[in-house]
């Protein structure tokens, strides 16, 4: 919930930002977000104050930034399914440019996150406060998820051979497809799991540990790119406009992750 001094502000900003769209607008329109995990739950928040204040309708669909599920950004394009704007990592952005399914120069940074750890709620929480330690903890771990998005790609191919710990880690660590991997945890499928902050802080069920150490730390940008496809320009500027206010950028840190100033 909004304190009523926030609520206030959010209005006031919006309603300024909005007054031009909501004049030149004759009736409601719908716009299609799709969203990664690392900034859904500051979507969450934000996409119905933009409603109410706009009387415009965000959709919000998620899926991960990459890879193959049947939700991915990438194969949901590949697929022919339609979107106005899409926020999702931006270092996967590049390939959907090439592929002419987004406007590349349209791209605008939005939030930036790290990678933290949790565990089953009620478990002894480690000590991952030195790389030492945290090497220590990871190899006395029984099972390991990660995502199948940004954060476990890195900690697959780059994260565990600079541990130095690739062999010892790999054979107990899994994955996750298309599915928090909070939620893996909390049904006891394994002992540690890694994510972006913002995707590990909403799970009930996990005590969350904190991010892992900056000398293995993954800092993640999630950017917003407008489709190929869309006719909604005006209103996607008028709702980028609104993500990257100063009030709005409160409530995306609240979330645990930075906001990015526009």
Known sequence: MFSMTRHSVLRLLAGIAL?????HSAQADTLVVWSSGGYTAS?????PEFEKVSGHKIEIVLGPSMGTAHEAIPVRLDRG???DLLIMVGSAIAPLVQ???????TKQDLARSKIALAIKAGADKPDI????????????AKSIAYSDSASGVYIENEMYKKLGLEAELKPKSKMIIAERVGNVVARGDAEFGFQQVSELLPVKGITYVGPIPDAVQKVTDFSAVVTATTTKQDLIKIFLAFLTSPA???VVEATGIEAVAP
């Open 19 to 23: 007054a031009g769209a909501i004049t």
């Open 43 to 47: 979507l969450e928040k934000l996409a």
């Open 81 to 83: 399914e339609k979107a």
């Open 99 to 105: 592929k002419g399914q987004v406007k590349g120069e």
């Open 129 to 140: 406060s030195t790389l030492e330690a945290f090497k220590a903890v990871l190899l006395k």
């Open 248 to 250: 709005s950028r409160a």
